[in-house]
């Protein structure tokens, strides 16, 4: 499906949110000189449908990343459609009333008034349902709203003759019962959507183009109800049948089609958009609608035409104290969102590799880049255990490259003699341009990097307790020589004493649990430590058996084709190197990354607690424990395939270093 990738593009596709949101009124009030609300009413929540359709079987279905639309229809929970569906109904509910109201009091009182008390109404539910952001400014900017739909109620009845007060009255009532119904619509719909993850939904949850979908049929499906009270019982005029709605030209039905489209237009603009831009950005320009339909109805419809000094005063006052009132709570927002991000601790990692026995490594590696570059983890350190200098020489190519030359890296002493393959990490640092090394170094020769428990006692000494992660990929050389390291000049403390005051997890890539008797690569090329490990090391391990990355491959045709704005990548030379092209290749190490960093998302499942034993001859078997402190990752067929469209979003970002420009 399509999925905004520039921030410039969400924010100006929130723009157009905006101008939907407070335009389509237009087309009612176009059709309405000669068409009644209720029958124009009809088309544009076909209008809706139709758009919906159209938007689920082109963008929501093209492109390599996220789910397809019928595929994601077909996957989804019945709860989440049921959800949607009911957020459509009740939403139908709403803006059929607030139509009413159009139709009676006109744009300028009815959006500001319904749209307005549905944003003070839905500010306070989900303040007090979780709260969140500055107390103070965000209720400061809710009470300049109230004053600015109160001076809107005042304007219009100071506008209206005598003969109208009643009507205007109606209408009035009518777009205040609208905004409180408008108010509760949205949390159906965004329940049923995993909106953090457009890339890679969760299993049974939406994308926003079903949930889309789903919704418009909720309107139009209700319609046949709501609708049809309303065209029986009006609350202005004489019933109308639906005669009459079969009996409208071709032209005045296009109009109603047209008002729902442009409104449907908005609405997935601001889904799909909400990502990039941001809450606080596409939350503010969306909410900005009503002053546009103000603006349409005082400046385009004329609708205080012939005013008094003091109705237009209150109407200047009303636009100064909405606009000013939004921005408070955006303001608010921002300021809960900077106190969150300020008590939200960022999570420390050590990345341990063999780097150059599977391209995997790599995978894993540039996704640590990226999460280091959006601010969720601190790289501290990187180690390999693999016995070859291109091994450190790939890791330092890949440091330079990436632009994190602060990352330091760790060689082993006395490395496993196992599996010593390293193809691909010797194509990259052996590659010529124009006579020269492909790609620079910032390590020059093998022996300016530091020796990896050194390296790692250093690093940990100067971390807080319990604060760092280690992610294992590779042999446990390293960390079992960790484990047995004695007190040096970075700290008092043995290595195991250490690690248990320092680290909080070691996620790591170890192990089978399906195949009886199954002997995983990580494990028997150095059976002793990976032993080590798993008896004495003192904190908890989540192991991701070999299962788990063997179910989700990364494909080939996005190292061939995501990639080729650089030439050389080293990534791409990597992966190129391994294995003859084309390729799919399994992600187990990836998969310990991502457990690590995004655990608190649920993409895998996980065991219960227990201790995983190693034998002599390199099984893994796990025994159920409530005390124990191991347990290892599992995975769906659904998570695979939405962690599969997670890695490929994640990885084909690119680093901050080469902006999309």
Not at 367 to 394: P, V
Request: a neutral charge; charged letters at 15%; glycine letters at 10%.
């Amino acid at each position: 499906m399509f999925i905004v990738d520039s921030y410039f593009l969400a924010v100006m596709l929130c723009v157009v949110t905006m101008f939907c949101w407070g335009s389509w009124g237009n087309t009612q009030k176009l059709a309405g000189k000669k068409w009644r609300y209720e029958l124009f009413y009809w088309d544009y929540t076909i209008g809706i449908l139709l758009f919906s359709i159209v938007m689920a079987f082109t963008l929501g279905s093209i492109g390599s990343e996220g789910r397809g639309f019928v595929e994601d229809l077909l996957q989804a929970d019945r709860m989440n459609l049921g959800s949607a569906l009911l957020g459509g109904i009740i939403f139908n509910a709403s803006n059929i009333l607030l139509s009413a109201s159009i139709s009676i009091a006109g744009m300028a009182v009815a959006f500001p008034l319904g749209v307005g008390l549905a944003l003070v109404f839905g500010v306070c539910i989900n303040y007090f349902s979780a709260p969140k952001g500055d107390p103070v400014i965000l209720f400061l900017g809710v009470l300049l709203i109230v004053v600015a739909i109160v001076l809107n109620g005042i304007a219009a009845g100071k506008h209206v003759k005598g003969g109208q007060q009643t009507t205007a009255k109606k209408g009035i009532v009518l777009a205040a019962v609208a905004g409180i119904l408008m108010s509760l619509f949205f949390r159906f719909v965004a329940s049923a959507m995993d909106l953090d993850h457009f890339e890679a939904p969760t299993a049974g949850m939406i994308t926003p183009y079903t949930a889309f979908f789903i919704f418009s049929a909720g309107i139009f499906l209700s319609n046949f109800l709501f609708n049809t009270v309303v065209m029986r019982k009006p609350f202005v005029g004489e019933p109308v049948g639906y005669g009459v709605y079969f009996k409208g030209s071709l032209n005045t039905h296009m109009v109603g089609i047209l008002g729902g489209c442009v409104w449907s237009l908005g609405t997935l603009f601001s889904y799909i958009a909400a990502g990039k831009a941001g809450a606080a950005i596409s939350y503010a320009l969306g909410q900005g609608a009503p002053m546009i339909a103000a603006a349409w109805g005082i400046f385009i419809w004329k609708e205080f035409k012939g005013s008094s000094r003091l109705t237009n005063l209150l109407l200047t006052l009303m636009f100064i104290l909405f606009i000013s009132g939004l921005g408070l709570i955006v303001l608010a927002g921002k300021k809960g969102d900077a106190a969150a991000s300020g008590t939200r601790p960022v999570l420390s990692v050590i990345f341990e590799t063999d780097m150059g026995n599977d391209v995997d490594d790599a995978l894993a590696l540039d996704m640590l880049y990226k999460y280091k570059e959006a601010g969720q983890i601190r790289f501290l350190a990187m180690s390999t255990n693999k016995k070859s200098e291109c091994s450190a020489g790939y890791l330092d190519i890949m440091n330079t490259w990436y632009g994190h030359t602060d990352i330091p890296i760790g060689v082993g002493l006395h490395t496993t003699e196992g599996d010593n393959q390293d193809r691909f990490v010797r194509a990259a640092c052996e590659l010529q341009k124009d006579g020269r090394p492909a790609f620079a170094r910032t390590v020059k020769e093998y022996s300016g990097f530091p020796l990896s428990v050194p390296l790692y006692r250093k690093t940990l000494a100067a971390q807080p307790d319990a604060s760092v992660v280690i992610i294992s990929v590779g042999f446990s050389t390293n960390l079992a020589q960790l484990l047995d390291s004695p007190a040096d000049a970075y700290s008092p403390l043995t290595g195991k004493e250490l690690v248990a005051k320092k680290v909080v997890l070691l996620s790591t890539m170890m192990g089978g649990f399906e195949e009886p008797g199954f002997k995983e690569f990580n494990v028997k090329c150095d059976i002793p430590a990976a032993q080590k490990v798993i008896n004495e090391w003192p904190t908890d391990i989540v192991a991701s058996p070999f299962e788990v990355g063997n179910a989700i491959l990364y494909p080939a045709a996005s190292i061939r084709n995501d990639f080729t704005w650089a030439d050389p990548h080293p990534l791409v030379v990597g992966y190129e190197n391994y294995l003859p092209m084309p390729y799919d290749r399994q992600t187990w190490d990836l998969t310990s990354v991502l457990y690590a960093v995004e655990k608190e998302k649920s993409f895998f499942g996980t065991s219960v607690r227990g201790t995983i034993t190693i034998t002599d001859d390199a099984v893994t078997h796990f025994t159920p424990d409530p005390a124990g402190r191991h347990s290892y990752l599992t995975v769906t067929p659904d998570q695979a395939a939405a962690i599969r469209q997670y890695f490929i979003h994640l990885i084909t970002q690119r680093p901050a270093k080469y902006p999309d420009v």
